[in-house]
């Protein structure tokens, strides 16, 4: 297992670099830190004519105060929208020109922009996507025109009920606390924010040793260094040495709320249902025995919810089930879409699996099938340059240390029975809360908490 150290003692004075794998079957991954503290990771694989490329920055929603709700977002909208160097239309059209994409997305603990081009194309998006990470003018002009669109961003967003319903789970489970808030803020926080709040919140958070550049495809790790260090010189991303951050500590873990019932009225032609509570943080050493019961429980077509309640029954038409994880905190929740009818039923259901897995536990031959469905989704999602960039990153960003393929796949497998069992024992036998969003009431599901399953 490769794991990403600073230099003893504090910054470099000088760029450090070291080679972390060098898979046949792979690619070349090496990673250099610069004297101040942002790191470049890089995957080389010559068989790709494509390079993705990512600028992913150790911050998110859950770093924001109340009433700084939606600034990373908002933040994430504005750096498109111009530079010293060029406009929102040439940042765009640039890499357009060359066939390539880009885009950017914030999550509670991180945000990430990133380009897709042809090999041939990268020194020219490593210039853009670079220029408009340092380099971002923030407008007042801009800020107007784009805090209307994040505005219609969450007013379609309050549109999707199916999106809503997770919303509305996340806030049940953590109240008040950021990783309970909606990631794009709400139309209270983001109507009033200023300017200067959010050039502020650019400011703080977008140094250098909170940040990490990472690249996978056809590309040769020297040049990606040499032009990303002449894309930053003389912007605010060139400063004096310092040491790369640390990944977020799981120290003190968060505290979830009692168990509760949320309900969203909304005239809506299904019910959307989310039943669920708190899971495990994302370096648990027990996430690889997580990722099998969440494929034995609602991970699939074969899965005992979808099975169950879809094809036995025709009760909906989704339902499954999903873990959520962060450096201090996690979930574990069932999903299911249906005629608002049918909703009682189907938490009925759903709720008699949770206690029949809790207590008797996985078979020997689900415990293949979920192992199985966790190497192969792991392999097969590698294989683009995309999904291979950001697998650097986080590797980076959120654990400190990139893991082997063949490592990971190894501790997939050495999961057993037993370890399974154990977890499903802990995690389904807690007070659960539920979240509900369609034409109902709070009284329509008082009796909605699911009590602790008797051990």
């Known amino acids: 297992m490769a794991a990403f150290r600073g230099a003893p003692g504090g910054a470099a004075s000088r760029a450090v670099t070291r080679t972390l794998s060098d898979d046949p079957l792979g690619g070349t991954v090496r990673r250099t830190v610069l ?21 992913w920055v150790s911050v998110g929603s859950r770093d924001e105060t109340g009433p700084q709700s939606g600034a990373a977002h908002f933040l994430e909208h504005l750096l498109f929208k111009g530079t010293h160097r060029r406009s929102a239309l040439e940042i765009s059209s640039a890499i357009e020109a060359v066939g390539g994409e880009t885009n950017a997305f914030t999550t509670k603990e991180y945000t990430c922009y990133y380009a897709r081009v042809l090999d041939d194309d990268l020194p020219l998006a490593i210039d853009v996507m670079c220029d408009l990470v340092a380099d971002s003018v923030l407008t007042p002009e801009d800020v107007e025109v784009e805090r209307g669109v994040i505005l219609e961003e969450i007013a379609m967003h309050d549109d999707e009920p199916g999106d ?9 489970v953590y109240g008040e606390h950021p990783l309970g808030r909606l990631i794009s803020g709400t139309e209270q926080t983001v109507t009033p924010m200023t300017r200067r709040q959010i050039q502020g919140f650019y400011r703080r958070h977008y140094t250098p040793p909170r940040i990490v550049i990472a690249a996978a495809g056809n590309l040769d790790h020297s040049s990606v260094v040499k032009l990303v260090r002449q894309a930053l010189q003389g912007t605010s991303l060139d400063t004096d040495p310092a040491a790369p951050a640390t990944y977020r500590s799981a120290t003190p873990a968060v505290r979830t709320q009692p168990a509760t019932t949320l309900v969203g009225p909304k005239e809506t032609e299904q019910a959307h249902v989310v039943l669920g509570g708190a899971g495990i943080d994302r370096r648990d050493e027990r996430r690889f025995a997580l990722g099998v019961l ?6 699939g077509m074969s899965s005992r919810l979808f099975q169950e309640i879809r094809e036995q029954r025709g009760l909906a038409y989704s339902v499954y089930s999903y873990a959520s994880q962060h450096a201090d905190s996690g979930l574990f929740s069932v999903y299911a879409g249906c005629a608002p009818g049918r909703a009682n039923e189907v938490l009925e259901l759903i709720r008699a699996e949770l206690a029949r897995m809790a207590a008797d536990g996985l078979t020997a031959a689900e415990l293949a099938r979920g192992k199985g469905m966790s190497k192969g989704a792991f392999v097969l999602g590698l294989e683009d340059s995309g999904s291979r960039m950001s697998r650097l990153a986080k590797g980076e960003l959120l654990y400190g240390e990139l893991m082997p393929v063949d490592t990971l796949l190894a501790q997939v497998d050495a999961v057993t029975l037993a370890d399974v069992n154990a977890l499903a024992a802990e ?13 109902f009431g709070e009284s329509d599901f008082a009796a909605g908490v699911t009590p602790a399953t008797p051990a």
């Open 294 to 299: 969440n494929n034995i429980l609602g991970g």
């Open 164 to 172: 809503e319903v997770h919303d509305l789970f996340a806030r049940a």
């Open 35 to 55: 004297p101040s503290g942002l790191r470049v990771l890089t995957e080389a694989i010559p068989a790709m004519r494509s390079v993705s490329f990512g600028i």
């Open 427 to 439: 995690l389904l036998r807690r007070p659960m809360s539920l979240a509900v969003v369609g034409p």
